[in-house]
């Protein structure tokens, strides 16, 4: 089993920046892959930004060259720098973490991206 508590969501102007975090509750190196999801007010759960354990990471189209995703596996945390946010960029942002066999999610932290 593995919790995740995200932090760092808000309401940002576009343009803006923001960067959340967020702490499993277990070692961070025995986790495979850990990263972020989205989900927009009537739309399905989308991937973001993915990073394994060996520093690989995978980015949606729409986010590339604005978003960063980073781990710290000393922290057990994970990361998401996200600069040049779009009004469209609103959405709860969800932790992810794969973990043996099962996916994990956190319960989610809004961002909410003003024009």
């Known amino acids: 089993q593995v919790q995740l508590v995200e932090s760092g969501g808000g309401l940002v102007q576009a343009g803006g920046s923001l960067r959340l975090s967020c702490a499993a509750s277990?070692?961070?190196?025995?986790?495979?892959?850990m990263g972020w999801y989205r989900q927009a007010p009537g739309k399905q759960r989308e991937l973001v930004a993915v990073i394994t354990s060996g520093g690989s990471t995978n980015y949606a189209d729409s986010v590339k060259g604005r978003f960063t995703v980073s781990r710290d596996n000393a922290m057990n945390t994970v990361y998401l720098r996200m600069n040049s946010l779009k009004p469209e960029d609103t959405a709860v942002y969800y932790c992810?973490?794969?973990?043996?066999?099962?996916?994990?999610y956190g319960q989610g932290t809004q961002v909410t991206v003003s024009s």
């Open positions: 992810y973490a794969r973990h043996t066999l099962y996916d994990y």
């Open positions: 277990i070692r961070a190196f025995s986790i495979n892959t």
